[in-house]
């Protein structure tokens, strides 16, 4: 009895502790000078410093749990799934916001010696007051994906997470903190990428009034982030989605040869990315939106006999006959998974098993060429590893995808000749000519680390004439080995990092 006093007492001290500290800081704070923000309306010259501090820290934190937001269906939603929620509480504890963790959060977070925890009531507190609607699915999904960070069942440590410093390092420019009628609030501001020297996006998120918030008594309802037209002198200037011309569209006739071809089926029925708009609406599927040309970016949602499908849709202007095209299709939203069929490259269909494709891993694919904007194919799975649903995001101007890869890859260190049957450990970025061909066929496990964001993944790249084929995109990828038997048939097995002694190698089979 005298321990859960004890217990008891001490939460109460921090909890009063906490008020106190952030009362005290906000009384000795002046009116932040509107003078470092390029528009700051009447509406919020009442907000302090440290508001204003505190309302960045938000926007960064929400902008880095949703991964950026223009590539993503969900309307603008603001911490609306239990991943972005999780990723949130995993990156609040910024170090560059250290100096007003404690004010801000102390009546929330236990801290003991350097660590800072927190429990599932408090956790689900302080997402609310960011901006989620529902959480009751995010502890159980940090004690799956975050073991390491529980120090038990009830208690997650909150890890330092640091920005500067990585190779995905962004930063935060540009802020406009806008007011409005009935408490709302907009901030704007531009996401500058240091690795590429530019501005990359432009962000929005609405806020309302919420006096119990931390975050300078703001709650947010909506983001969204929009790629920053580029100029078209060179592809890493390349612009993703808008005012694109993708020519003529061919309905694929198979699944095509590689994931990477953005082909699946719905509904019976194939596509490959982008594809217009009236591809699905030929086929029964209707929308109620409004679709403004001018604006150019859409979401839809699309119907069809009870079933559901999401779409991001760019109006391609630069045709002989503009029309809408979808970039990003997704199967179900947040925590809603429509019924809709379908089949993914690899004969893999709603209700397969998820994981081992390509014997590691779930099913799915990061674009090594466009991570920066979310590009791949992605899978939702259900509690028994099933696949219940799929987005798929593939829209650049750039088609060329061998000679793109090419251009990011490091360059080739030497070449070794082989003659005959055997077992060799590749090298990174050394061609291997195997002569025992009438034509010559070079394999190569290249390296993508030219550009910050692939650096942890290789490409096995295979030529044979004029022919060149991508055969495996490998993250994490430790050993290499190619295999030639008796009868000059060529294999090459795979081992990862994560891989243990005991797991099979991944086998990828040249032709």
């Known amino acids: 009895m005298k321990k859960i006093f004890i217990v008891i007492a001490f939460t109460s001290v921090l909890l009063s502790c906490g008020f106190i500290n952030r009362k005290k800081v906000i009384e000795q704070t002046s009116v932040f000078a509107k003078s470092q923000y390029e528009e700051c309306g009447n509406k919020v010259e009442e907000l302090s410093e440290l508001d204003f501090e505190e309302l960045k820290w938000l926007m960064q934190t929400l902008y880095v749990s949703h991964k950026g937001a223009s590539n993503i269906i969900g309307k ?30 102390g009546g929330y977070v236990i801290f003991e010696n350097d660590k800072k ?38 208690i997650f440590t909150m890890p330092m997470y640091r920005r500067e410093g990585s190779d995905y390092f962004i930063e935060f420019r540009d802020w406009k903190f806008i007011g409005g009628e009935d408490g709302k609030l907009t901030v704007r501001y531009k996401i500058y990428k240091p690795i590429f020297h530019r501005d990359i996006e432009y962000v929005e998120v609405r806020l309302h009034k919420d006096e119990k918030s931390v975050f300078g008594g703001y709650s947010a309802d909506y983001m969204m982030a929009t790629p920053i037209e580029l100029e078209e002198t060179a592809y890493e200037k390349e612009e993703f989605f808008q005012g694109n011309t993708w020519g003529e569209y061919r309905k694929p006739l198979t699944m095509g040869d590689s994931i990477d071809d953005y082909i699946f089926r719905l509904d019976g029925s194939l596509y490959q990315m982008p594809f217009p708009l009236d591809e699905l609406t030929s086929k029964g599927w209707e929308y109620t939106e409004n679709l403004k040309k ?14 559901e499908i999401y779409c991001i849709v760019w109006y391609c202007q630069i045709r002989d006959d503009p029309k ?24 893999r269909k709603r209700g397969d098993y998820a994981y081992g494709y390509g014997v590691h891993g779930i099913y799915g694919f990061r674009d090594p060429l466009y991570l920066e904007a979310g590009i791949g194919v992605y899978t939702g799975t259900c509690s028994d590893k099933t696949i219940e649903g799929f987005t ?3 829209a650049p101007k750039y088609m060329d995808r061998i000679e793109r890869l090419n251009e990011i890859a490091t360059d080739v260190k030497g070449e070794v000749n082989l003659t005959g049957k055997g077992n060799t450990e590749l090298e990174r970025d050394i061609s291997y000519k195997l002569s025992m061909y009438d034509e010559p066929l070079y394999v190569q496990v290249k390296s993508l680390d030219k550009v910050g964001w692939t650096k942890d993944m290789n490409i096995i790249w295979v030529k044979k004439g004029e022919q060149e084929e991508i055969i495996g995109y490998i993250e994490y990828g430790k050993d290499f080995t190619l295999c030639i038997d008796d009868n000059n048939n060529i294999k090459i097995k795979v081992v990862r990092m994560e891989d243990s002694s005991n797991d099979e190698p991944e086998v990828l089979n040249i032709q």
């Not at 970016?297 to 079933?307: A, C, F, Q």
């Not at 979808?326 to 429509?338: N, P, R």
Request: charged fraction near 35%; avoid cysteine; proline fraction near 0%.
């Open 294 to 307: 001018d604006e150019e970016r859409d979401e839809i949602t699309l119907k069809k006999g009870g079933k």
């Open 392 to 394: 798929m995001t593939y």
């Open 76 to 105: 603008g939603g603001v911490l609306d799934t239990k991943e972005k929620q999780a990723e949130f509480l995993y990156t609040l504890n910024e170090i560059e916001y250290e100096h007003i963790f404690k004010d801000s959060l």
């Open 117 to 154: 925890l927190i429990d599932r009531k408090n956790a689900e507190i302080i997402l609310k007051m960011a901006g989620a609607s529902r959480t009751k699915d995010v502890w159980q999904y940090l004690s799956q994906n975050y073991s390491y960070d529980m120090k038990s069942e009830d």
């Open 324 to 347: 809408w095209y979808v970039v990003s299709l997704k199967t179900g939203f947040g925590e809603e998974i429509s019924d809709v069929d379908f089949e993914l490259f690899g004969n």
